[in-house]
């Protein structure tokens, strides 16, 4: 039997590189025996109530590592631990966590909610036996370590190996484990048709919250047999079945998971495009919205070009007036200056060729009142004020 005191503890959201040095492979320990020590807190769990969760950091050094990790703790899987949360005293105790693989070993104080002490993990024989037999040999100390906190049991690698997934290098069965892409998950999955996933697509789901409800929702949207990255995507930005359903009801139908997936990035939300068919552009295309959102042609934006006078531009116009800067500070300016009532094209084609508005007033200042195209003409070929007082002297 291996006995070791060690002092770490994998966070929920760690995986393989835990226990590991720099290059990144397994270092069994110089000595059986590792000397660790903890701090934990009564605190509350997004999964937990503050009732049912201690959370606890442990640190340990090996003659190779410095080990450090947190995690929280269900109450209810700890042995002996006399205290509960509002706690007032001082008092000694000593509370132990039973796993498969091995046993932790607490001993210290607690002050109020707040305890500290030193830790004692003596790994099982019948474990490394089991786990030996399901291909797993000569385990390290700390990978020993490792699947006891993470609680992998035989039982999961068997389940998993039941599945399809036999003799998993060590670092994907920590991160199944981890990330609880479980043999459960594992086989709602497949009743969903999606056999053969790798174990990151696995791991990459249960992340990002692709669950089979998830799915089955989806399906009842008509969309069927979607790739597991192409789930992974729509999660990660958030395309919901309620946002389908919402583009559904402004009159859009199936859309593209890519589709979605770029309205998603790009915040084209049912209420934006509302907004805009509100304004007139009833069943606009989903490029020209996810444009118009890249390009902050906003409501507000169309309302107050409307106000100086532009009638209905097109979408198109209204994008392309956004990327070359016609705003509508510009428009005002340029009506001050006596330049009113310009075509929209003119105007970007003014902002492309630099025409500014102080371009324009140096040159009316020169004493001279070009055309909307003769000052593009005279920008395009580098005539300025001075230019042309020179010309007007002259």
Not at 36 to 59: Q, Y
């Amino acid at each position: 039997m291996k006995k070791l005191t060690i002092t770490a503890m994998l966070a929920a959201v760690c995986c393989a590189g835990m226990l590991f040095g720099a290059s990144g492979t397994a270092q069994a320990a110089a000595v059986d025996t590792v000397e660790g020590t903890w701090i934990g807190e009564f605190r509350t769990h997004r999964w937990h109530d503050v009732s049912e969760s201690l959370w606890i950091t442990m640190r340990a050094r090996t003659d190779r590592e410095r080990h450090g990790f947190s995690v929280y703790l269900s109450i209810k899987d700890l042995d002996g631990l006399s205290i509960a949360p509002g706690h007032s005293g001082d008092s000694q105790v000593q509370f132990t966590l039973p796993r498969e693989a091995g046993d932790f070993v607490f001993d210290g104080r607690f002050k109020g909610d707040t305890g500290s002490g030193t830790f004692t993990f003596t790994s099982s024989d019948e474990y490394e036996r089991k786990m030996g037999q399901l291909g797993y040999r000569s385990l390290t100390t700390d990978e020993l370590f490792s699947l006891a906190i993470h609680d992998v049991t035989t039982e999961f690698v068997e389940e998993l190996r039941d599945l399809g997934y036999a003799d998993l290098p060590f670092d994907d069965l920590l991160a199944m484990r981890i990330h609880d892409a479980s043999p459960d998950f594992i086989r709602e999955m497949q009743g969903l048709g999606y056999t053969g996933l790798e174990v990151d697509e696995l791991v990459a789901m249960r992340i990002h919250g692709v669950s089979p409800k998830f799915v089955r929702a989806l399906n009842g949207l008509g969309y069927d047999n979607i790739a597991a990255d192409d789930l992974v995507a729509m999660r990660i930005h958030g395309v919901k079945p309620a946002f389908i359903q919402e583009l559904r009801d402004l009159g859009y139908g199936r859309l593209d998971i890519d589709e979605l997936v770029a309205m998603r990035i790009h915040g084209v939300t049912s209420d934006f495009m509302a907004a805009v068919a509100d304004l007139g552009f009833k069943n606009a295309s989903i490029d020209d919205l996810t444009s118009m959102r890249i390009h902050g042609v906003t409501a507000g934006y169309i309302r107050d070009i409307e106000a100086l006078g532009y009638t209905r531009p097109s979408l198109d116009r209204l994008v392309e007036m956004r990327i070359h800067g016609v705003k509508t500070s510009y428009i005002r300016d340029l009506a001050d200056l006596g330049y009113t009532e310009v075509p929209l094209r003119k105007l970007v084609e003014m902002r492309i060729h630099g025409v500014s508005i102080g371009y324009v007033r140096e040159i009316k200042e020169a004493g001279f009142s070009p055309s909307v195209d003769k000052l593009i003409e005279m920008k395009i070929h580098g005539i300025d004020a001075d230019l042309v007082k020179a010309m007007r002297d002259n």
